[in-house]
């Protein structure tokens, strides 16, 4: 059984261990607890296995962070996130916006599949392994729904 909830001061071990699995820049400690106002993370039997983290200003959101735990990717439970996430932003909201690595085409996939459209990119964007990386920037209009 899964479900959703706001992030509590005891989840941050939780998510920065998905965030250390999945991230090749993961985000720290301090970064999650300034941010847990805006974060909501999915149990499954109780265990986090995901987390989101979206901000919203007037009538725009921006997807900050999102990861699934490795174990359960591909399996739906990413887009039930994003779901759970989208429906509870304000009514005023009209636009979400969201920056992801052009090598990340599972997460691409996803996106093209909630409707996302690519509008642009960011030149070297996001540090890896090897260098820098660009960054496609993909929005999706709600209409307030």
């Known amino acids: ?8 001061t005891d989840d941050l071990q939780d998510l920065l261990i998905i965030e250390q699995m999945n991230s090749f820049s993961p985000w720290t400690s ?17 265990v986090v296995i995901g987390f989101v983290a979206l901000t919203q200003s007037y009538d725009q959101a921006e997807l900050q962070n999102f990861s699934i735990h490795r174990d ?3 399996l739906g439970y990413g887009k039930r996130l994003l779901d759970f996430a989208f429906q509870h932003l304000s009514r005023d909201v009209k636009t979400i916006f969201l920056e992801v690595r052009v090598s990340n ?27 820098r990386e660009d960054a496609l920037i993909m929005s999706v209009d709600i209409n307030g729904s």
């Open 1 to 8: 059984m899964i479900s959703f909830r706001s992030m509590q």
């Open 30 to 46: 301090s970064q999650f607890t300034e941010a847990h106002n805006y974060i909501s993370v999915l149990l499954c039997e109780s």
């Open 72 to 74: 359960y990717q591909n």
């Open 105 to 131: 085409f599972t997460a691409i996939r996803l996106y093209h599949n909630l409707g996302f459209e690519e509008i642009g990119n960011r030149r070297d964007y996001y540090q890896t392994e090897f260098g």
